[in-house]
């Protein structure tokens, strides 16, 4: 079985099932018998495809008079994907596609993809440029002002950079920065309300922290604590994580116990799409304020559990506006016993009375973040 092969056979079955793709894919390649080269062709030309699905399908539309059925659409979009959006040459970009092609349909992928690698393009939007709903660029250009939004979507566009911590965790720069401003020390009693996989939570106990890292997801406090064993083997210390099945709505811990509460919140993720291909074309616009109405309440509950003069803080690896100051405003104006701590400095930029790290400003995820000390 050929690379391209498993990526159309991928790539018909996810959209077939509606699953995520890195769910079905994983599968895939391990049944594919293909050697770590032609894996890593494969995930690539599956998450480059989907990323870049609108833009595709305006390359070949142009040369359609009906909608293909599923399977040849999905042979046109990895034909186009590598025409137009890799480097391989265009006569083994169509004459690889074509022979992985259901016979039946090989002849009209084979004349469209020809046409397309021919003629010239003129995109009508940034939206179909990039491949976003219009929604995301409109929402970002105005949240960031239109260079910073196209500059934020045209990183996410790219694959990213595995980045991985000295104790083996694999895990973005932009979540390691959020926990080196955290500056927690040894012995402190941190909580993590929303705290899975345990990227984080794992960090903070390299530093000495006592961490309970909670979730309301019992399968998902499991991945904490297989992570958590995970990188406690490779690393000579007495921190600790203690993973903890917790609604962070109803946090049920003592008032005034953190010496610090991270409140990691569920949110859209538009800063970290590049590691979610199909994320783009899942959230909507209506989540966006449903999301932020959770952070409120998540980050208002939480807030109980910060001790005198300890710190809160609030992250989202997103860059909407109303996931990220306006969630903050609101909560400093209704919780006046906390005061903002100053954000950290470049590559972060300053956001309100936080900080916002764009994906371009550091080659990294998107992220937000945001610090109060409980007034003594």
């Not at 000295?166 to 895990?171: A, N, S």
């Not at 811990?253 to 993720?269: I, K, M, W």
Request: glycine content about 6%; proline content about 6%; aromatic content about 6%.
């Amino acid at each position: 079985m050929t690379a391209r092969k498993v990526a159309l056979d991928a790539l018909v079955e996810i959209e077939a099932t509606n699953a995520y793709a890195n769910l079905k894919l994983g599968p895939l390649l391990e049944r594919s018998g293909l050697d770590e080269r032609d894996r890593r062709l494969v995930t690539e030309l599956v998450y480059g495809t989907i990323r870049r699905q609108r833009s595709v399908d305006y390359l070949v539309d142009r040369f359609l008079v009906d909608s293909p059925p599923p399977a040849a659409r999905a042979a046109l979009r990895l034909g186009a994907y590598q025409l137009r959006l890799t480097d391989i040459p265009d006569h083994a970009a169509v004459a690889a596609t074509v022979d992985v092609t259901p016979k039946r349909f090989r002849g009209l992928v084979n004349a469209v993809l020809r046409k397309v690698a021919k003629s010239a393009v003129e995109w009508p939007d940034d939206g179909t440029r990039l491949s976003y709903p219009d929604w995301i660029v409109d929402r970002l250009c105005t949240d960031l002002g239109d260079e910073a939004a196209i500059d934020a979507l045209e990183t996410m566009n790219r694959a990213p950079e595995v980045t991985v911590r000295d104790d083996g965790y694999t895990q973005d720069r932009s979540s390691q920065r959020v926990v080196e401003a955290l500056g927690v020390r040894p012995g402190q009693l941190v909580v993590d309300v929303c705290a899975a996989p345990g990227g984080k939570a794992t960090a903070m106990a390299t530093f000495g922290a006592r961490v309970v890292a909670a979730d309301f997801r019992p399968r998902r406090v499991g991945l904490i604590a297989s992570n958590a064993q995970r990188v406690a083997a490779g690393r000579a210390s007495d921190a600790s994580v203690w993973p903890v099945v917790a609604d962070a709505r109803r946090p049920p811990f003592r008032s005034a116990c953190a010496d610090v509460v991270l409140v990691d919140a569920p949110c859209s993720g538009l800063g970290v799409l590049r590691r979610r291909p199909d994320a783009r074309w899942r959230v909507s616009e209506r989540d966006v304020a449903e999301l932020a109405e959770m952070q409120g309440a998540i980050l208002a509950s939480s807030s109980d559990l910060v001790a005198d003069g300890a710190l809160l803080a609030y992250s989202v690896c997103t860059l909407t506006a109303a996931e990220t100051t306006g969630v903050a405003e609101a909560f400093a104006a209704e919780h006046p016993e906390f005061e903002p701590v100053a954000p950290p400095g470049d590559p972060w930029q300053r956001w309100g009375t936080g900080a916002l790290l764009l994906p371009q400003a550091d080659d990294s995820d998107g992220m937000a973040l945001f610090l109060w000390r409980r007034r003594p």
